[in-house]
């Protein structure tokens, strides 16, 4: 199974709407270079498929890359795809780990203040990053274990 990254998203703070920025650096045990919630944790990069992105918002709702505080907008693979440890390939040579499935939100974040929703909790993909390296969009998402 595989898709394609559509965007690379990173916020200099936390609970604010992420930016595209086409391609970046996702090094080892920390994340993506310059993102905010990167760091020693579990949650070190998010993911959202975008296709389950359009379903869950009304038509009168925008999408754009980051709008939902993701670092990678991903099409091709559902969120069924996905378990906990499932391991992804991301381009040549970034490998994560799912960590997480969902998250637990705090009421009316900031996400939600400026978008009017929070999928996060419950569409949300968070991994762990095994192996660094650059991604971009148009890179290939295979799930590898």
């Keep these: ?11 200099r703070k936390k609970g604010t709407v992420k930016k595209p920025v086409g391609r970046a650096e996702v090094r080892i045990g920390h994340g993506i270079v ?7 944790w579990h949650r070190q990069v998010s993911l959202l498929e975008v296709g389950e992105i359009e379903q869950a918002l009304a038509e009168d709702i925008e999408r754009s890359a ?4 993701e670092n990678l ?6 969120r069924e795809a996905y378990t906990l440890g499932t391991k992804l390939r991301v ?3 970034v490998v994560l780990e799912i960590s997480q499935i969902g998250k637990e939100c705090h009421t009316r974040c900031a996400v939600y203040k400026q978008t009017g929703d ?14 660094g390296g650059p991604v ?3 890179d290939a998402v295979e799930v590898v274990a």
Excluded: K, N
């Design 66 to 69: 980051g709008r939902f505080a």
């Design 118 to 131: 929070c999928i996060m909790p419950r569409l949300g993909l968070f991994a762990r990053v095994l192996e």
């Design 91 to 93: 381009g040549a040579s």
């Design 73 to 78: 907008s991903v099409r091709g693979l559902p």
């Design 1 to 11: 199974m595989s898709g394609r990254v559509e965007a690379v998203c990173v916020s």
């Design 34 to 40: 310059g993102d905010a919630h990167a760091g020693d």
């Design 136 to 138: 971009a969009v148009g």
